[in-house]
């Protein structure tokens, strides 16, 4: 599964639009996104994030 740095997002939305399982949220009141466990690990995200905010987890 893939992970957001919280200190590293902007924030920006790339990312959740292109999710193909709607597995990046904003939580509320934070000022960055979370992938969810619906994520399937397609790395769509990964790829989008201009960042580097977002990288697979070990």
């Known amino acids: ?13 790339a990312c959740q639009s292109v999710c193909p ?7 509320e009141g934070k000022n960055y996104y979370e992938i969810t466990e619906d994520c399937i690990d397609c790395g769509s995200c990964e790829a989008e994030c201009g960042f580097n905010a977002i990288s697979e987890e070990e």
Request: aromatic share 4%; charged share 20%.
């Open 1 to 13: 599964m893939h992970k957001i740095n919280p200190d590293e997002c902007q924030f920006c939305g």
């Open 21 to 27: 399982s709607d597995a990046i949220i904003h939580p």
